[in-house]
């Protein structure tokens, strides 16, 4: 069992960078994969980003890759997501997950979820 808790959400002015954390309680979250995704209001979750177990390969959807970078401590059982030049259109509730094995950006993947944070970029 893995309990998810994002922050580090608020509003930004475009151009502007914030990282998310999440943290996870359990013991075995070094073995988990860990995505990032988010959601605006009568769409589908989108994928971000997903590391690996070791925290040795990532994975990025094409159109974020190069502002955002996921990264993880697994000694503080945390999760990061550092997201650069954000854009009002990045504006969505984001949330990470955690799912046994190999890193995926299919949400239905993902065992575990936190509540999410919200991000609100300001033009």
């Known amino acids: 069992q893995v309990q998810l808790v994002e922050s580090g959400g608020g509003l930004v002015q475009a151009g502007g960078s914030l990282r998310l954390s999440c943290a996870a309680s359990g013991r075995t979250f070094s073995s988990y994969s860990m995505g990032w995704f988010r959601q605006t209001p009568g769409k589908e979750r989108e994928f971000i980003a997903a590391?690996?177990?070791?925290?040795?390969?990532?994975y990025y959807t094409d159109s974020m890759k190069g502002r955002f970078t996921i990264s993880r401590d697994n000694a503080k059982n945390t999760v990061f997501l550092r997201m650069n030049n954000l854009k009002p259109e990045d504006t969505a509730v984001y949330y990470c997950?955690?799912?046994?094995?190999?890193?995926?950006?299919?949400?239905?993947?993902?065992?575990?979820w936190g509540r999410g944070t919200q991000v609100t970029v300001s033009s």
């Open positions: 590391i690996s177990w070791s925290g040795d390969s990532t």
């Open positions: 997950a955690a799912k046994p094995g190999g890193r995926s950006s299919r949400a239905n993947d993902y065992d575990y």
